[in-house]
Structure formats: C-alpha cells, structure tokens
C-alpha cells in the first residue's frame, strides 16, 4: 500500500473535523474522498500533503511514517515527496510554463540542467502542452494552466498525487474534457493518486474506489459501481443523485422477495433480505423506473400515475409524477419518449430486481 | 501503448524505508517538543519586538500618569492620583474643547473635500480627470508642517501675503490662521487625501450593476445616486472621516506651527508645554495625553467596527469601470473649481514658501514688492545649505528614512506573513499589538520611547537608531495593513504548491511569495520612506543636536523666527518629496 491513515483526528479549536480516520490508498490506484464542502475530505488530503498537522494518529507513505501524533514525528511537506494539483491551479505566474514544471526537479538537485530541460519537454508533451514550453506561465486559459499543474506533479514522480477539486474552476466543456484526459493519463502512468471531489460524476468517471464522506467519517468505500449500484445508506443514495427514497416496513418475506409497505399505503415488491416488520428505506432509482401511456399486464409493481411536470430533454425525457396514493416520483427514460405532457395519465413501475432497500437511519 | 515516463528517480536517497523522523524517539516524543520550539521561535521575537516597540512604551506613559516622577530620574516611584486632579483645571477643559472643535469642523471638512474630488475623478466625465486625480493625493508631498507654514506666511494677522494684498486692493477681508477656523482650514485641506483615497477606491471597485438595475427599476440618475451609490458608499466616507478625525486629533504640528503665540491649545500642544516648560510636569502631560488615548481608542474601536463591513458593499472584483455621470457644460466649471482648490491648497503656499526662501528680509511691507523681482536672492537659500547643520540634517533625513522604510517593511511583511499565513499561538496578539499604535498619539509615543529607552540599558537615546525604532513603532499600522493587503493577493497555493514539490518554507518564499510581490514591497517601501520624511511630532522629544532631521529643523527655525531659513529648506524639501512621489506614484496606487 501506498498511503496508510489509522486513527487520524484532525481538529481546528475546538471542532473536530475528522475522527479515528482510516484509510488506505493501495500502490497505483486512484482513491476518490467524495463529499459534501465542509466532510473533511480536504483536511485529510492536506494532512497527508503535510499542509495541515492532524491532532492524533498516524499518516505512512510508502512504507515510512510521516506523522505520527504519539511519537511526535511530523515529517516536513517538501521531505514527504508527494505532488498535489490545487484547486486554485496554483500556477506562478512569474516563471515561464517550462520553469513550472521544472520546479520540482530543480529543488530536488539530483539533475543537470540538460536532464531537467528534457524531462520537463517529456512530461508537458504528455499533457499536450509541448509547444507552450517557452510561454510565460499566466498566458495561458485555465485548462491549460491545470494542465501545467498536472504537468509539474507528474514530473516529481511522486509517491502519491493529491489532487484537490482539480476541475472545479474550469467551465463544463473543459471540465468534460480534462476528466477524460485525467483518466486516460492515470490508466496510462499507474501514478498513485488521491483525489477529492464533491462532483458525483468526477468520482464515478475517475475513482478505481471511491470513499463517500459525511462530517469527518467514510460512510461508504467500493468501486464506483459497488457503490451505485449498492448505497449502504440513505445519505450515499442521496449524495449519490438517486432520488425517490421512501420509508416503509417489511411486510412479507418469500422466496428472497420482500412486500414493503410504504407510509403512503403503496405496496412495494424487492430483494429484501431481512424480516417482516424491519422498518427500511426504499430506493427506486429514477433511471430504472418506466414510464408508459399504457398499463402492461401482469406486472408487479405497476402504479397509475398523473404526469406532474414532463421536461423533453432530446436524449431522454425527464417526469414528475404522482400516482394515486400520492407518492410523488422523479423518473427518466432515455431514447424514449411517449409524448407524455403535464396531466396527462401515465403507468409507473419498477422491475423488484431493481428496487434497493436501505436499512433506516443508516448512515446521516 | 508503453509510453509511461519513466524519469530519474526523485525519491527518497540512501536508507529507505524504515520509521522515525530525524531526533524522534518513541516514547520520548522529544521530536514534538523540538517542532513546537522551532514553530513557535519566529513568533516569540516578533512578539519580544512588538511589546519593546509598542506596548512597553504605551504602558509607559500609562504608568508615569500615576506617579511622582519618570522612570530613570532615580527618585523612588510610588503611585498617585495627583497628576489627574490637575485635569480638572480650566485650562484643561478648554483645550479638550479646542481640540474637538478643530478636529470634528477639520474631518467634515477634509471628508467633504476628498469625497468631492474623488466623486468627480471616478464618476464623472470632468475635464483634466487627472489633474482632478492629482489634486486629490497632493498633500502627500506637501506634508502639514509645510502647509501650515506656508498659510503663516500667507495669512499672519499682521504680516501676512493675503492681508497685504486685500489691503492694496482695498478688499475689506482680514484673515488669521491663528484662528480656530484657522487650524480648522489647515486640517481640512491637508487631511483631505485621506478621504480621496478612501472614497475613489471604493467608488473604482463598485460593480456598476447595482446601480445599473437601480436604473432599470425606474430610479433617475439622482436617486440611483442618492440611494443606492451614497449608501454603499457611507462605510469609505465614515471610515476616511474617523481617521481625519484620529490624525487630527493627536496633530500637534499644525496648532504648534499655526498658534505661535500660544493662545489657543489643544491637548497636544498643551502635552508639550507641560514636558518643555520649566519646570517639566512630565507625569501631568502624560495624565493629558491619557485623556486623549481614551478618545483615541474608542474612535479606533468604533472606527474598526465599521470599516468590518467595508468588505461586502463594494468589493466585487470586477474591475468594471463604472458609468460616468455627464456634467454637461458643468464639466468646465467642475474643473475651474478644482483649479481654484488646487491654487488654495498648493500653488498659493508653495509660491509663498518660495517668495520667503528668495527674499532677503521676512515679510513685505507692501505688496508692489512682491513684484520686485529684483530683490530675488539665492542668498538665504545658500545660508542655509552651507551650514554643517544642514548636511547633518540632510544626511539624517535621508537615513533615518531609508532605514525606517527598510527595516520597517521587513518588520512589518514578516508580522503580516505569520498572521495571515500560519496558525500559530500568539498571532492574534501580533495582529492587536501592530494595529494599536492607530490609536496611540504621535507625541505620546515619543514621550513613552524616551522613557522606554532611558530606562533599557543599550546606549540608543540620543542616536540615530532611536528615531529610527520610533518610526517603524509609530508606522507598524500603515506598514502591516500594506503588507497585509499585498500578502493577500498572492494565493497561499501558490507557495504551499512549491513546498509540497519540495522546496523548504522559506525556499518557497524566496522563489515564489517575495517574487510575486516584488510590486506590493516597493509601494510599501515608499509609503514607509514618506511617512518618515514627513514626521515630526514623534521625533521631538527624541532628537539631540547631531540627530536633527529636516521636519526638526523646519519647526525650531520657524519658532525662532527665522521664516526665510524655514521657507528655504521647506522648498527644497517639498520639493524631493514631490518627486519622490512622482516617481512612485503607480506603486503608491496599489499601497493605500
């Protein structure tokens, strides 16, 4: 493993920013910490980084201990040979792109200027900014300055590259952009990389692993797909986009399926596992509900619905509706549109495979 | 594709793996320890340095208001109220009066004059903006002590320039500047940059939307003005007024200069005369001078409140120009009325101050002579400048200036770097101690540095260094609330990013924070170096003979009636400090 956490407290004052964290970031991954401003997803980064000392626990990179709060050692940033890419681009706008990147190299003092110049060439051609070499650092846009940013991270060679919002202050065609070229340039170095996010799509694009964060603590770790696919709460299904959560209790149990009633009176069918009378929260993704004109037979969780609002967005079609019980549910069918307008009548179902149930009151 | 960069490796030399940092061993945490002593070193000198400069010499003048004598006089100090009982005496009662009177008319005045220029400079289509522009910030090389000068030499009751020429054009006007309205004038227009400066860079920052939707909604051009612009621009206008408010309040120069004769006191003035007179009443001045602190300190608190909220009103960082107001065929006047100031405020004293230096005698007797420009002579001119007084002065000035601004910015960007960029304990201490010297009277402070430093054993009194820590000490506002600002536009990512590439804190600051703000260092610099140039009040109980500086000399001439010496080094010195102005102006922009 590249990076360890155990046991990490970080406070400012009296808050307490993040408590007993763990975490491991193993060689040539990228660790995405994915939550809402102020989960200490920052304060973890900056921590390893060496930017902010944690008041407890213990920090290793590559196998040599950086920070450890009961031995006091507090190994200083520039010793601790990690590259970070700021939010902020933290581009110097007084050196040329060139000197940029080739920062790291000349305070490292282990090149001759002959062996800088080219690998600073070699690394700027990998993010495609070879001809800008000679250019001064605050002519470029902002795409390009996060590249140079990225640029001068590579060049070091780090243990571990922490990446901070890399993306957030770029306009969304370039965000698109630079996240495509981010992964591709991870799978093609196998550089170890932490990198923080609140964007659900960034984590999910970019994240080998992805480590959902609410108020100092990792609710949930897996696989992008893990995750989506699987929130274990409540607070990941919603951070995660999934709307039409509902509480509800188990009714019946059969043959791996589960009846769920809901508060509204509606009855529910899904893979539960667990025992008649568990209060659950239940989940039916939005993405994975059809929306029809007419009823199917022999469905069984089909509801009759009224069309709330409708919104045509060309690739799919996005609905409020309200079915009879009044549950009032967000739906999206991509490539097909029924031409379904405000009050019109409409079905509703779910196939139960699809339906996640959450346990109540995990998580936040 | 294989195309992987492979490079020389960077990483870890020698040894490997393994635990433990440099001198931490486990159970000891003897490595803790060392890192909070090295963390905390910096801070404690600058602590030790704030509390000899500032707060040692503060508490100073505080406990000599309770004693029977000075500290050093040798005489054993024990603690009494008498000093204060002496407050209640008519005279005190009265200068309190004549103080708030001048400084209350002086900031309405100096507020309503650089609110005025700075409104027309920014927002409105004048004729010659920057000739309205440099009228605003003109007093910055045309220092008080040269104007008060120059409106004695102008407006003398009986011998002045102005009351020669009412009386040959048999204009029925006499003035006096050794008025109240008088002192009243000299404040306002000296004071006036103040409010320029304040206002025209709130009003350069205001996002013209807000008034832009003002005027969408259905408001005129009068009442978008009336109540959009004029409320977002209270907080600059009641900010710049409090400051001319607390300048005017601990000025001494001017009522010294202006009141000759001493019939009308201040609490500064009448401070100086209880340490100069004979016998020297030092513990009632400084009892005086406390009176003064409490009006000062609740001005700076209240002062500080609001100019919290100066941050939100305007700031958009834009840098839209905002729309300027059409005058119409008003612009022509608007610019006659600029040039009428600006000949009130500068040319007139200027050319008196050069009219005396050039005469042979002191006044005219009547004012055809003033067109004699026969009688014009060097002689004064080359009197003064051949005396070794002069080069000492010179050589003084010039070095108590270069120093201050120096050693002072440095003082000052390292107490704004460790307040604003590290966590540190103490730091807000730091911040309180540099800020307070706002409040603390130019001549108290002198009297508190005299008997700090009689009291210290290293033999500063009476050199040049003295004046020199007394300058910064006095300076530490303006100098650190620069040092502050310039600090905040260089991002902390930037030095954090080239200490996380490997480079060492202070590798990182030498390589990328001083670099970036090479511009911001030198308006501090020169912010510093005319502020020293400029001060009188705070050297006057500190100088000796062989470390008189020009402002010292200016005074003790002028005092001793010799107006054609004074006039003839206030010329020369108005007149470096011009260019010298000149010279820095674009970086003076960014510095206030």
Request: overall charge positive; proline content about 4%; glycine content about 8%.
């Amino acid at each position: 493993m590249a990076v360890e956490l155990e046991n990490v407290t970080i406070s400012y004052g009296d808050v307490t920013a993040v408590e007993g964290f763990d975490l491991v970031i193993e060689e040539g991954e990228m660790l995405v910490l994915l939550g809402p401003s102020g989960c200490g997803k920052t304060s973890v980064m900056r921590s390893i980084a060496g930017l902010e000392e944690p008041t407890g626990g213990r920090i290793t990179i590559e196998g040599k201990v950086v920070f450890d709060h009961a031995q006091g050692i507090d190994v200083p940033v520039n010793k601790r040979h990690v590259a970070m890419v700021f939010q902020s681009y933290a581009i110097w706008p007084h050196m040329s792109v060139e000197e940029n990147v080739a920062f790291p190299l000349k305070v490292a003092r282990k090149m001759n200027k002959a062996q800088m110049h080219q690998r600073a060439l070699e690394v700027l051609r990998t993010v495609g900014l070879e001809e800008f070499a000679a250019r001064p650092a605050s002519r470029l846009s902002g795409g390009q300055m996060q590249r140079v940013a990225l640029a001068r991270s590579i060049a070091m060679n780090p243990y571990v590259m922490l990446l901070d919002e890399p993306l957030s202050n770029l306009d969304a065609k370039m965000r698109d952009r630079l996240r495509f070229e981010l992964k591709e340039l991870h799978d093609r170095l196998g550089i170890t990389a932490l990198y923080v996010t609140h964007d659900l799509s960034e984590a999910l694009a970019l994240g080998d692993r992805v480590a959902v964060m609410n108020e100092g603590r990792i609710i949930q770790l897996g696989t992008p797909r893990e995750v989506y696919a699987h929130p274990n709460s409540a607070f990941v299904a919603d951070f995660l986009g999934i709307a039409n959560v509902f509480p509800g209790s188990v009714t019946e149990v059969r043959d791996g399926e589960s009846t769920v009633w809901l508060e509204g009176g509606v009855a529910v069918r899904g893979a539960t596992e667990g025992a008649s009378g568990d209060k659950v929260l239940v989940c039916l993704p939005p993405e994975r509900l059809t929306v029809r004109r007419r009823s199917t037979t022999g469905l069984v969780n089909e509801w009759k619905c009224e069309v709330v609002t409708a919104n045509f967005l060309g690739a799919q079609t996005r609905y409020k509706v309200r079915s009879e019980a009044g549950l009032v549910l967000d739906a999206v069918q991509f490539g097909r549109d029924e031409g379904l307008d405000r009050g019109d009548t409409a079905y509703l179902s779910v196939d139960p495979r699809d339906v996640l149930t959450l346990p109540a009151g995990a998580g936040a | 594709m294989s195309t992987a960069v492979r490079a020389p490796d960077l990483r870890r030399s020698g040894g490997g793996g393994g635990s433990g940092a440099p001198g931490a061993r486990p159970g000891l945490a003897w490595g803790r320890v060392l890192n909070v002593v090295r963390r905390h070193l910096l801070i404690a000198v600058l602590l030790l340095l704030l509390t000899v400069l500032i707060a040692v010499p503060a508490i100073a003048v505080v406990v000599v208001s309770f004693t029977n004598d000075v500290p050093g006089s040798g005489t054993p100090l024990h603690f009494i109220w008498h000093n204060y009982a002496a407050l209640w005496s008519a005279d005190s009662a009265d200068a309190l009066k004549q103080s708030l009177i001048t400084s209350v008319c002086g900031s309405v005045i100096a507020v309503a004059i650089g609110t005025g220029l700075a409104v027309l400079a920014v927002r409105t289509n004048i004729r010659g903006r920057w000739l309205v522009e440099l009228t605003g910030i003109t007093p910055f090389f045309f220092p008080p002590l040269v104007g008060a000068l120059a409106w004695g030499l102008l407006a003398q009751s009986n011998a002045g320039l102005l009351n020669h020429l009412f009386s040959s054009l048999h204009v029925p006007v006499h003035l006096n500047i050794a008025t109240i309205p008088g002192i009243v004038f000299v404040f306002g227009v000296y004071y006036s940059p103040y409010a320029y400066l304040f206002v025209s860079s709130a009003l350069r920052l205001f996002d013209p939307q807000l008034e832009e939707a003002a005027r969408v909604h259905g408001a005129s051009t009068a009442t978008t003005f009336r109540n959009v612009t004029l409320p977002m621009l209270s907080p600059a206008v009641l900010g710049a007024g409090l400051i001319s408010f607390t300048l005017m309040m601990e000025n001494y120069t001017i009522p010294a200069m202006l009141n000759t004769k001493g019939n009308i006191n201040t609490l500064m003035t009448r401070m100086y005369a209880l340490m100069q007179n004979i016998p020297s009443q030092p513990n009632r001045a400084a009892a005086v001078g406390m009176i003064l602190l409490v009006v000062l300190v609740v001005v700076s608190t209240i002062q500080r409140r609001m100019l919290r909220g100066r941050d939100f009103t305007t700031v958009t960082g834009k840098g839209l120009r905002p729309r300027t107001m059409d005058l119409g065929r008003f612009r022509w006047v608007a610019l006659l009325g600029v040039l009428v100031y600006l000949v009130i405020a500068v040319v007139l004293p200027f050319l008196a101050i050069l009219n005396s230096a050039l005469r042979p005698y002191m006044f005219v007797s009547k004012i055809s002579d003033l067109f004699d420009f026969s009688t014009l002579t060097l002689s004064a001119v080359q009197q003064v400048t051949s005396t070794q007084q002069f080069s000492i002065s010179l050589r003084n000035t010039l070095l108590v200036g270069v120093l201050a601004a120096v050693l002072g910015a440095l003082f000052h960007y390292v107490i704004a770097y460790v307040t604003t960029r590290t966590k540190v304990h103490g730091r807000g201490l730091a911040r309180f101690l540099a800020i307070v010297p706002i409040g603390i009277p130019a001549l108290l402070m002198g009297m508190g540095f005299l008997w700090t430093w009689l009291y210290i054993p290293l033999p500063i009194y009476g050199t040049i260094a003295i004046l020199v820590l007394a300058y910064i000490a006095r300076f530490t506002p303006q100098g650190f609330l620069s040092a502050t600002s310039v600090l905040g536009a260089v991002h902390a990512d930037l030095e954090d990013s080239a200490v996380v590439s490997g480079a060492s804190r202070v590798g990182a600051v030498r390589a990328i924070t001083a670099p970036l703000m090479r511009g911001g260092i030198a308006s501090t610099v020169l912010l510093l170096f005319l502020l020293s140039m400029r001060e009188l009040t705070v050297a006057l109980f500190l100088f000796t003979s062989k470390t008189v500086v020009f402002p010292i000399d200016i005074y003790n001439l002028w005092l001793a009636g010799n107006a054609s010496a004074a006039a003839a080094i206030s010329a020369m010195y108005s007149v470096f400090l011009l260019i010298v102005t000149l010279a820095g102006l674009k970086w003076l922009r960014g510095a206030v």
